[in-house]
């Protein structure tokens, strides 16, 4: 039996949109992230990309359980002295919106040249509108998410 191995150009590239419209961030990160690593697929080996496009739609729409939105904290230092910046859900969600989602689905992938690399598909818009309808992405929600 012979064991093989997919290389760019046999790979399949599908896009996804995902409605976060009353979604769960954790849910809806964890759905993204296995959706661009390609875990869904039967040819995944972590060392490539095999992974998809993914279109977050309705960003700012995004449901934190419990009182993350308040609790939350996003923590960034310019490395000069005094430069820290230490703000809530809320604080960053009011000039971008669609920060909380992006930041959660990148920190799941891989810390690592792959993982930025896998990173540039994700698509993140604060709307319902996104310019990417020539690719005819697929809708799906989290409960119908392909495992």
Known sequence: MKTVT???????????VID???????????????????????TFSPSHDHGDFVIVIN???????????????????????????????????ANRPGFPVRHAILGMLPKNTLGRHIGQKL????????PHGAQKPELITLKSAPK
């Open 6 to 16: 997919a290389n760019p150009t046999t790979i399949e590239r599908k896009w996804w």
């Open 20 to 42: 976060a419209r009353e979604a769960v961030l954790g849910r809806l990160s964890s759905t993204a992230a296995r959706l661009l690593m390609g875990k869904h697929k039967r």
């Open 59 to 93: 960003a700012e729409h995004i449901v934190f359980t419990g009182n993350k939105r308040q609790d939350m904290r996003y923590f960034n230092h310019s490395q000069y002295a005094g430069g820290w910046k230490n703000l809530s859900v809320a604080e960053v969600s």
């Open 123 to 130: 698509h993140v818009y604060e709307g319902d509108k996104h």
